[in-house]
């Protein structure tokens, strides 16, 4: 019962993700930092500029605050108008070399980084789409989206920030250390002493900050993901009266993610004073060691101000080193997670002797030619090979005939036509396409002579002709007339708002799910191929629309060779050969009638779908 | 009264920063005195400090010890105060305004009208709640207090400075109009390119999207080369563009760093000369406006950051508010009637809808129903069936006429009690990512469990919830827990019949379900319709038919009523689409020997 309570308590659980086992940080390796840089080639003489860049203005910035020190205590202490004036020339004409170069560095590396961004997100696009389509069965779409997004975003820092200001600033520490122990080692030593704690204190607060932030955004992701289907089934909600069931829930989500929030906030209200107490005990301590050393003569009292102005470029660097490093860690680890999705080897690639499959519509003169030969011999398939979803397939569709597949959800209706678009390879047994084993095959070639229409009736945004010219993207608009033409739906086309030029949503919104189909069909129907993929919507459409597409489906079958997972009595009543499947194996095969004559489990499934209309 | 106390710790963190800047410049200012006068001795002239003068008769290392002291107990006081504002800042802006604003908004979303979710997308209603109101936070935090932080500080930094030296102050701070006309500028010019890189990255981002959700439809007609190459150009495109920002940012920051340097050229040959003509002291003089000058610069660059922030948390906090004042159009009555168990008598009396100006989407609709009476509706997309149902439980608000359940006009009714005495079930079953247990007693969430599979049996689910792996507490969007539609639609049920509704609307529940599992769910419902006065939308006529009344929409107009016997026998639109139907049907049953329709 405490469980179910528990259950109830929220409105949405929060599904796991791989991700979330990942690790946030990773050590700095060397390997990694060079495939990194490897993709700056493109602007490889910018990167040598910035590494010389870099070391000039490690030096460049000590040196403005040097100079200033010089002046204090050299004319300005000693009262030397002139001295004053050549020293401040001195700084202003430092001063302008250094923000001039400063522009180069700065923009460089945004380059750079930019640069090298950019060729990872096309490196992950380019391998991902390559990958087969077992990939995309395992691989969630958030998963690649969090690759191109966060993570590229944390190695773009990585890239342009963490090496050269970390070398700037390490160089500008060790500059001021020079010119402090220079002109006095024992006071550089009171100094030296507060730069480890500094670190250490730096460090573990920032360790602390990472924590918490992923906590919150984990508990962000939950207030957001609870949002997302509480906007989405609002009417579910406003339809069973849980409206302030819900908003008691999500509040309380709000605040177990404030939480997290004032933590963090907490963190660094403690982390920001400490460094800035840090900083007056060292002015403090200054003040007096130094006076006392100045006392016994041993120490200029000019030198003090010197030692209070450089002081500062010898500390500020220790924090901003050890958020550099922080941020490197990230970087390693998103770096890490990107080579790894582009680093994933296809689970099969067309073999390299594999041949072109050759299109006889092509060849010139010759009669129409009634669609290819399709065979299935022993095939054999299982997504995990060690569980089969089909087992010992054998049938042929001679060249222009229709294949229905008929049987429950999980038969291995689908699973057949994925093998026939050779989305994946058999596990046994073979499959001949005009005579030719599929491996030997290469997919484009085949996908050039094959239209298919899926189930989801899947649109891209953008327009409608954009979405039919996938087919066959050199086609022109009267082509794809033509094709709706050939369909006879031309009226059906010409009934949307823009005709050709409507503008499709994403994932098709804006369109009927009717249209949406006429849409694939002639898709489909464009690049006059000679097999024809259907997995038929399983969504009712309105009847009138319905009659429509069902003639245009017998038009787009017509001398061509289909496969058709069929959920209408029509598509099954025309099909040449219909093969029931019953958990991977083909249990009955025949034409409609020969079925149901025979009164087997075709039959006994056809009842059960006449019985609906005759139940009362 | 929060912002007041913010904003007076502030100022005492402010003053105790001067102070403690000051003893250090009174620290070396001493420390040379002492040595210009060569050897320790009362001779040392006083040093003044704020009217203050340091007591003469003590020993040097004494008096600098007490000053290391006061700098090091100031520092701790402000370090402590630091951390008493940040966490007082945080609590009021983390835990007060944005959880209150978040929750307030989820509250209103979830009572506002379908008219607001049929206008507004799901993405930028979750934009607003999540992003936007982060805009708002930004607006109080960075807007709000840090400019009033802002303005003190920097008058407070300039009437010291000019207690020091006015010529200094001025000469220095000559540069600041210049850094805030550059920063405006700078940000205008800016804010277009960062807008339009947005958009680029955002286009890029779903193209890679699209482009794997519909993997199989570029496989299939191998297209992989030319999406790689439009995503390429995408991609390029969003770098050209970055470039241009990275030319101004570039160009930007190097020449803000210059100015601050001028500052400091000034402050070194301008107050050099001050100091050697002795019109100003070097250490409570010059090192303390060295130090003062740099904070303003800090306090300088903010400027810009504000200013970028004014423009986007405004757009933001607009959009908050566009909710928050949104009309709930749809609410109970003031003086409403309580009607805790209805028959389910259902009335249509010239009812009209429409949406704001545009055509109306039912016209003059009339219609009687009797308790336990089924209604089916049948209609081309678009002809307003789902927004006839939707009228019965006030999911919308009838434009003209008016809508009788159990001879109450339903705007008189509480709302709580109409539509918890109707159960829906719509086109596509939404089900939350909880248990199953949980989605069954969404409407009546202390359900027990024994009602809960009372209902699931009903639904016909029962025996496909014990074979889920953990039976009624499952997960549901879990890996592995995906159920069919005929499934889904089962539960959907059972989440409608658990309240045991007197009026039950069915939205076409058949649609999403293949015809292979569509029988599963027959039987569910003619469970679940028994007894209760049901609304259905149907296609097929296997549903049809079951039905007590056929109305046959057409935009928005019934054109046909009656039952099947009677429809099938005039001629009309009902019969066109039974024809159709029934060629199937007729053929079919000659090869088996079944029965003619």
């Known amino acids: 019962m405490s469980d179910m309570d528990r259950n109830r308590a929220v409105l949405v659980h929060r599904i796991r993700d791989e991700d979330d086992d990942e690790e946030q940080f990773k050590p700095l390796e060397w390997g990694l930092v060079r495939r990194m840089l490897g993709y700056s080639r493109p602007v490889r003489g910018k990167l040598i500029t910035m590494f010389i860049l870099t070391a000039i203005r490690a030096a460049q910035l000590p040196a403005l605050v040097w100079v200033t020190a010089l002046v204090i205590k050299g004319p300005i202490a000693h009262k030397d108008v002139r001295g004053i004036l050549l020293g401040t020339a001195g700084y202003l004409a430092l001063a302008v070399v250094t923000d001039f170069m400063f522009h180069f560095r700065q923009r460089y590396a945004l380059e750079i980084g930019e640069t090298v961004v950019n060729g990872m997100r096309s490196d992950i696009f380019d391998k991902t789409l390559r990958q087969p389509m077992s990939f995309f069965h395992r691989m969630k779409l958030g998963r690649i989206l969090s690759r191109v997004t966060s993570d590229v975003e944390a190695v773009r820092v990585g890239i342009q920030d963490v090496g050269f200001v970390s070398a700037i600033q390490a160089g500008q520490m060790f500059f001021a250390g020079v010119v402090l122990a220079v002109s006095d080692w024992k006071m550089f030593l009171v100094v030296v002493c507060m730069a480890p704690v500094l670190w250490l204190v730096n460090n573990h607060f920032r360790m602390k900050f990472s924590r918490l932030t992923r906590a919150a955004q984990e508990s962000f992701s939950r207030v957001t993901a609870t949002l997302a289907e509480s906007v989405n089934g609002i009417r579910v909600t406003q339809g069973f009266v849980r409206q302030e069931t819900n908003a008691g829930l999500f509040r309380s989500l709000l605040s177990d993610h404030s939480r997290y929030n004032i933590a963090l906030a907490r963190s660094s209200a403690v982390l920001a004073p400490i460094l800035e107490l840090n900083s007056q005990f060292f002015v403090a301590t200054l003040l007096v060691v130094g006076g006392w050393r100045i006392f016994h003569g041993s120490l200029q009292a000019d030198d003090l101000i010197m030692y209070f102005l450089m002081a500062n470029i010898f500390f500020s660097p220790i924090t901003i080193i050890g958020n550099q490093y922080n941020q490197g860690l990230l970087a390693m680890a998103s770096a890490e997670r990107i080579f790894r999705l582009i680093d994933t080897q296809p689970d099969w690639v067309d073999s390299p002797d594999a041949k072109e499959l050759p299109n006889p519509r092509k060849a010139e003169g010759s009669a129409p030619i009634a669609g290819a030969k399709v065979e299935f011999r022993n095939v054999s398939f299982g997504y995990d090979p060690k569980r089969l979803v089909l087992q010992d397939v054998n049938f042929t569709a001679e060249p222009g005939q229709t294949i229905a597949l008929v049987g429950h959800t999980g038969s291995g209706k689908s699973s057949i036509i994925n093998l026939v678009s050779k989305f994946y390879l058999p596990t046994y047994g073979e499959i001949l396409v005009d005579g030719r084993e599929i491996r030997s095959i290469t997919g484009r070639s085949l996908h050039a002579q094959m239209g298919t229409v899926q189930q989801q009736n899947f649109l891209f945004s953008g327009s409608v002709l954009d979405n039919v010219l996938l087919s066959r993207p050199e086609a022109t608009r009267e082509d794809v007339i033509e094709a709706a033409r050939k369909l006879d739906c031309t009226d059906m086309l010409a009934e949307l708002p823009n005709g050709l030029d409507t503008i499709v949503g994403e994932r098709g919104s804006g369109l009927s799910v009717g249209q949406r189909q006429l849409v694939c069909f002639i898709r489909a129907m464009l690049p006059d191929p000679r097999i024809v993929i259907l997995d038929e919507a399983t969504s009712s459409i309105d009847a009138m629309t319905e009659a429509r597409l069902q003639r245009a489906l017998a038009l787009l079958l017509k001398e061509r060779t289909s496969f058709v997972v069929a959920h209408r009595l029509s598509t099954i009543r025309g099909a040449d050969l219909v093969l029931v499947l019953d958990q991977g194996r083909v249990i009955e095969r025949g034409t409609h009638p020969e079925l149901l004559a025979r009164g087997g489990h075709y039959a006994a499934l056809y009842k059960q779908f006449v019985q609906v209309d005759d139940r009362r | ?597």
């Open chain 2, 1 to 597: 009264m929060r912002c007041v106390e913010v904003l007076g710790i502030q100022l005492i963190l402010l003053t105790m920063g001067l102070f403690g800047l000051s003893f250090t410049g009174v620290g070396i200012d001493y420390i040379r005195q002492v040595v210009s006068h060569s050897g320790p001795g009362p001779a040392v002239a006083p040093v003044h400090f704020l009217r203050m003068s340091l007591p003469a008769g003590m020993r040097p290392m004494e008096v600098l010890s007490i000053l290391g002291g006061m700098i090091l107990l100031l520092s701790c006081c402000r370090a402590f105060l630091n951390y008493v504002y940040a966490i007082k800042v945080n609590v009021l802006v983390q835990q007060k305004l944005v959880v209150d604003l978040r929750a307030e908004i989820y509250d209103k979303l979830q009572r506002l009208s379908f008219r607001f979710f049929d206008a507004n997308t799901t993405g930028s209603i979750i934009t607003r709640v999540t992003g936007d109101v982060q805009s708002v936070r930004m607006f109080v935090d960075q807007v709000l207090i840090q400019s009033v932080i802002m303005v003190i500080s920097l008058t407070v930094y300039a009437i010291y400075m000019a207690s020091l030296s006015p010529g200094l102050t001025l000469a220095c701070l000559a540069t600041t109009p210049v850094l805030w006309i550059l920063s405006a500028t700078f940000s205008r010019k800016i804010q277009p390119e960062y807008a339009e890189n947005r958009n680029l990255v955002e286009n890029m981002v779903q193209y890679l999207a699209e482009s794997i959700q519909g993997v199989a439809v570029v496989k299939s007609f191998g297209r992989e080369k030319e999406n790689q190459e439009k995503f390429e150009k995408l991609n390029r495109s969003v770098l050209s563009q970055q470039y241009k920002i990275f030319w101004w940012v570039s160009l930007f920051s190097p020449t803000a760093g210059f100015l601050t340097r001028i500052n400091t050229t000034v402050l070194l040959s301008y107050g050099g000369y001050l100091v050697a003509t002795d019109r100003l002291p070097l250490g409570a003089g010059l090192v303390v406006f060295a130090g003062l000058l740099d904070q303003f610069a800090g306090q300088v660059n903010n400027v810009a950051t504000i200013v970028n922030s004014v423009q986007q948390s405004l757009i933001g906090a607009r959009r908050v508010f566009e909710i928050l004042d949104a009309k709930i159009e749809v609410k109970t009555a003031a003086e409403a009637v309580r009607r805790p168990k209805l028959e389910g008598a259902v009335r249509f009396e010239d009812v009209s809808f429409e949406y704001g100006k545009q055509d109306p989407v039912l016209h003059d609709i009339t219609l009687e129903v009797k308790p336990g009476e089924c209604v089916a509706i049948l209609g081309a997309t678009g002809s307003g069936k789902s927004v006839l149902m939707g009228l019965i439980p006030r999911f919308y608000d009838v434009s003209k006429g008016r809508l009788l359940i159990d001879g109450v006009d339903v705007r008189h009714m509480h709302l709580d009690d109409l539509r918890r005495n109707i159960g829906t079930v719509f086109q596509e079953s939404f089900l939350f990512s909880n248990t199953v247990a949980a989605n069954i007693a969404f409407g009546h969430p202390d359900a027990t469990q024994a009602q809960i599979e009372k209902a699931a049996r009903i639904a016909a689910a029962h025996e496909f919830i014990l074979g889920l792996p953990k039976g009624y507490e499952t997960v549901l969007g879990e890996s592995g827990n995906s159920l069919s539609g005929g499934q889904r639609q089962r539960l959907a049920i059972a989440r409608a019949v658990l309240l045991e509704p007197a009026i039950l609307l069915l939205d076409d529940p058949t649609a999403a379900i293949d015809s292979e599992t569509e029988h599963e769910i027959f039987e569910a419902l003619d469970r679940a319709i028994e007894g209760r006065t049901t609304f259905i939308v149907a296609h097929r006529l296997s549903t049809l038919r079951r039905a007590d009344l056929i109305i046959v929409l057409e935009n928005g107009r019934i054109v046909q009523r009656g039952t099947h016997s009677e429809l099938i026998k005039v001629p009309g639109p009902y019969l066109h689409v039974a024809n159709l139907q029934l060629v199937d049907g007729r053929e079919l049953q000659e090869p088996t020997g079944g029965v003619s329709p």
